[in-house]
């Protein structure tokens, strides 16, 4: 296949007219929000592996926040090449090397199991996110032009709410396909022979082989369809759309940016630092298994995915930067109480904080790229990379549970990462309420 550049920028008040998404992108439109769902099983899949591993690999809580750190590094390392690949081969082919990298980083889970190595484990997630660092930069702001400026942050949580429903299956799915509900306590490790110790940690460490290879194999099926499929022709937003003031002002000139690149770095290190750790606070607070869990997480993650929908459904009535700060706000107090509470009191206060988190990432993302015209590829991989906060706040989390002995006194981290984003959506509100057009 050529790779031939397709331009993708803002549509033309023309295509504006056809509503939230115009009608020549449907198909398209369809095809981008099923990779919402995929990249959404990959970063849940995480969760259920950092508890996996804290048993298969006989790690530490910190040591199993390293999970995050190599898959978000990936992001962070990846976002920028990302964008400049696109620019040469267009986003279809750039979702398309997503893709072969995404299936290439699951299939490793197989060899890595046979050695036991995490070091060869971080690796496939490293490839796995570097996978989706392409998607990402692609699909995100592919969506807000498929459509009027106006309902691009709405538009692109319609389809951000298919990546909590990617999110909802994940914990269920990877609970039942990974965790074999064998604990063993120290003692009872300790008290096994050789033999008996090392073909339990054998089978749990093989136990995420299959799980794994499954994933590959719908992945190269998504990007067969994709590679067959056609894809329409958007306005370059530097040519049939809007410029910039001169091709000579620096993308960090955008005020508007750099404060969405910080409320994003915040916010995806509250959200893994929550989620990974949530199967282990679980267990901490009310004492139930692993798989148990596992399905409140995903129950909790059932709460992101409602949130999505509804979100999308409340900004026809409330701005994204209103109803940022709303949610911002409700997120801090329940942090607060799950931090200051135990029993499940703490539990349903952490798990509640998925709904109020759903409209965060697409809602930042859509703000920050807007009015960028012919920087938007940029803009969009630095968005990207401020992933990063992903793989910086679970070890962190980690080593203050470590240390303290309890995993409530880390979420304070996320308390404060709320309060951020609740600034970010403030500034926001100014902006618009100013008129600004541009940075």
Same mark, same amino acid.
């Given at each position: 296949m050529a790779l031939a550049p397709q331009n993708v920028g803002h549509t033309t008040s023309k295509a504006g007219e056809a509503g939230l998404v115009a009608r020549p992108y449907l198909l398209a439109f369809a095809l981008v929000t099923s990779l919402f769902f995929m990249w959404a099983i990959a970063n849940n899949f995480n969760d259920i592996l950092i508890k996996q591993f804290q048993k298969a690999l006989d790690l530490t809580r910190m040591q199993s926040g390293l999970v995050q750190t190599a898959f978000y590094f990936g992001y962070f390392t990846i976002a920028l090449p990302a964008g400049w690949v696109m620019t040469k081969v267009g986003y279809k082919n750039g979702i398309l090397i997503g893709l072969a990298l995404y299936a290439t980083g699951a299939a490793l889970f197989y060899p890595a199991a046979e050695v036991r190595q995490f070091g060869f484990f971080l690796l496939a997630l490293y490839v796995i996110a570097a996978g989706l660092a392409f998607l990402e930069t692609a699909a995100n702001p592919f969506i807000t032009a498929m459509g009027p400026k106006e309902t691009? &942050?709405?538009?692109?949580?319609?389809?951000?709410? %298919?990546?909590?429903?990617?999110?909802?299956?994940? =914990? @269920?799915? #990877?609970? *039942?396909?990974?965790?074999?509900?064998v604990e063993h306590s120290q003692q009872e490790l300790t008290a096994m022979s050789p033999a008996a110790l090392d073909a339990y940690l054998a089978s749990e460490a093989q136990a995420v082989q299959l799980p794994y290879l499954g994933l590959a194999a719908v992945v190269l099926a998504l990007a067969a369809l994709? @590679?067959?499929?056609? %894809?329409?022709?958007?306005?370059?937003?530097?040519?049939? +759309?809007?410029?910039?003031?001169?091709?000579?002002? !620096?993308?960090?000139?955008?005020?508007?940016?750099?404060? +969405?690149?910080?409320?994003? %770095?915040?916010?995806? #290190? &509250?959200?893994?630092?929550?989620?990974?750790? @949530?199967?282990?606070? +679980?267990?901490?607070?009310?004492?139930?298994g692993e798989k148990t869990a596992a399905n409140y997480l995903g129950f909790s993650l059932m709460g992101f995915m409602i949130g999505r929908f509804a979100g999308t459904a409340l900004m026809r009535f409330v701005s994204p930067e209103r109803l940022l700060v709303?949610?911002?706000?409700? &997120?801090?107090?329940?942090? *607060?109480?799950?931090?200051?509470? $135990?029993?499940? $009191?703490?539990v349903i206060a952490l798990g509640l904080t998925s709904f %109020?988190? !759903?409209?965060?990432? =697409?809602?930042?993302?859509?703000?920050?790229?807007?009015?960028? #015209?012919?920087? $938007?590829?940029?803009?969009?991989?630095?968005?990207?990379?401020?992933?990063?906060?992903?793989?910086? @706040? =679970?070890?962190?989390?980690?080593? $203050?549970?470590?240390?303290?002995?309890?995993?409530?006194?880390?979420?304070?981290?996320?308390?404060?990462?709320?309060?951020?984003?609740?600034?970010?959506?403030? *500034?926001? #509100?100014?902006?618009?309420?100013?008129?600004?057009?541009?940075?």
């Open positions: 691009a &942050a709405q538009r692109l949580n319609l389809a951000q709410s %298919f990546n909590g429903l990617g999110g909802f299956v994940a =914990p @269920f799915l #990877g609970g *039942a396909l990974i965790f074999s509900g994709i @590679f067959f499929a056609r %894809f329409p022709t958007i306005p370059e937003d530097g040519q049939a +759309a809007q410029q910039t003031d001169g091709p000579d002002r !620096s993308i960090w000139s955008f005020r508007h940016l750099r404060w +969405a690149v910080v409320a994003q %770095f915040f916010y995806v #290190g &509250a959200q893994v630092g929550i989620w990974s750790y @949530f199967i282990n606070f +679980a267990q901490d607070a009310v004492g139930v709303i949610y911002g706000l409700i &997120a801090a107090a329940l942090c *607060a109480v799950a931090i200051a509470t $135990t029993g499940w $009191t703490s %109020f988190m !759903s409209i965060m990432f =697409p809602t930042i993302f859509a703000l920050g790229i807007e009015d960028l #015209g012919d920087k $938007t590829k940029l803009g969009s991989s630095l968005i990207i990379m401020a992933i990063i906060g992903g793989a910086l @706040f =679970p070890p962190l989390i980690g080593w $203050t549970a470590d240390q303290a002995g309890s995993i409530h006194t880390g979420m304070a981290v996320t308390l404060v990462s709320f309060l951020i984003i609740v600034a970010f959506g403030m *500034a926001m #509100g100014r902006r618009r309420a100013d008129g600004v057009a541009r940075g």
